[in-house]
């Protein structure tokens, strides 16, 4: 079986740096996908970023870049320029590449941003 | 840009009694899931429908719990006897394709 494993629980970061956030996983397929949620206290799900494991090239989106090592089964996201707004709880996801599988999620980091 | 959508965003419930959760997902989308949180923890999978019928279900959707697509558009949860440690964010979700997810903004299940 899948497994996600975010080893912080909450991390600080001032705002205007750049923080990373890590996240292995584990699994045997060798075609999945790899995602980032956001959840604020809205507690609504928002997808940060999206990687597909066939892609050797990083997936980034404006502030947002992943470090992807396959072999390594790592996946952290790096928030450059942090901003107030992107205090919330992270959480890596991965899902596998058949067309309805289910979203396996880790316990998250919490991200303060301080002023 | 096309959302899923949830109703109520928040429901008391007394233990015992029966909720549903509704669920509106986008309307090209093929696949519909419910997920849930316990507030605290991480999001877990409950189900996954498609072709009017379940594909896939975790060891929590138990004979308590039940999904339909009662009419082309809707998709609902339902908890038939709610117990206290059903309290918890559902979520709804859905998708087209091999593409990401979209969730709904959730429900905030309390039993009382």
């Known amino acids: 079986a899948q497994t996600v494993t975010q080893s912080q629980p909450e991390m600080s970061v001032q705002e205007a740096e750049t923080v990373t956030l890590s996240c292995t996983y584990d699994t045997s397929e060798s075609d999945y996908y790899l995602f980032w949620y956001k959840q604020p206290p809205s507690r609504q799900m928002i997808l940060v970023i999206r990687?597909?494991?066939?892609?050797?090239q990083n997936a980034t989106e404006n502030r947002f870049s992943v470090n992807f090592q396959k072999a390594a089964k790592s996946f952290s996201l790096k928030i450059s320029d942090s901003q107030l707004g992107d205090a919330a709880m992270y959480f890596c996801a991965y899902r596998s590449f058949l067309a309805g599988g289910q979203i396996i999620f880790g316990k998250g980091t919490r991200l303060h941003i301080l002023p | 840009e096309p959302e899923v959508t949830q109703t109520p965003s928040h429901q008391v419930t007394q233990m015992g009694q029966e909720v549903i959760l509704r669920c509106v997902p986008i309307s090209n989308h093929l696949y519909f899931y419910w997920y849930r949180q316990i507030l605290g923890q991480k999001v877990e999978f409950l189900v996954s429908?498609?072709?009017?019928?379940?594909?896939?279900k975790s060891e929590i959707f138990d004979d308590q719990f039940s999904v339909e697509r009662p009419d082309g558009s809707n998709f609902t949860l339902k908890i038939r006897s709610t117990k206290l440690e059903d309290s918890a964010m559902y979520f709804c979700?859905?998708?087209?394709?091999?593409?990401?997810?979209?969730f709904g903004s959730g429900t905030r299940l309390t039993v009382v």
């Open positions: 429908f498609y072709n009017n019928e379940i594909s896939e």
């Open positions: 990687q597909e494991a066939y892609k050797q």
């Open positions: 979700a859905s998708k087209a394709g091999p593409e990401s997810y979209t």
